[in-house]
């Protein structure tokens, strides 16, 4: 059985706010850098059994790449509370992978929190002078 999980714009709403971890590979099979990354992405699952991870084919679901604004595959975005806190194009060696996602389960998702209402309230701010 596969540790990822296919998501379509069916069930990408209501992974993301189900899972307070979910990682999202964007690929297609025609990309090769895809197909190297997700052996990587598969194995990563299978040692973090506690996250959700996703893989979104940008060629059956266009519209979930571009709301997501994809501009190249594979994309890793990493997603926790329903905050977007990891998005980065290329395919991810394995220590690099692993690292980042040691990053993200360190996050303390109140201060994440905080800055993004900060640099909201500072845009809200500049639009108002």
């Known amino acids: 059985m596969s540790s990822t999980v296919e998501l379509t714009k069916e069930n990408f709403d209501s ?3 189900e899972n307070d971890f979910v990682l999202i590979d964007f690929w297609a099979s025609w ?3 895809c ?3 997700a052996p990587v992405y598969e194995k990563a699952a299978e040692e ?3 996250l959700v991870f996703g893989k979104v084919d940008t060629e059956a679901q266009p519209e979930l790449a571009q709301a997501f604004g994809i501009q190249s595959i594979p994309t890793l975005m990493i997603v926790r509370d ?3 806190v990891f998005a980065q194009p290329g395919a ?3 220590a690099a992978l692993t690292d980042v ?3 993200a389960r360190k996050l303390d998702m109140d201060e994440v929190r905080k800055s ?3 640099q909201e309230g500072q845009a809200q701010g500049s639009q108002g002078q």
């Open 31 to 33: 990309c090769g850098p």
């Open 48 to 50: 973090n059994p506690d």
């Open 92 to 94: 991810l060696p394995e």
């Open 15 to 17: 992974t993301v706010t």
């Open 101 to 103: 996602i040691g990053q």
């Open 116 to 118: 993004i209402a900060e």
């Open 82 to 84: 329903r905050v977007a």
């Open 35 to 37: 197909r190297q990354f």
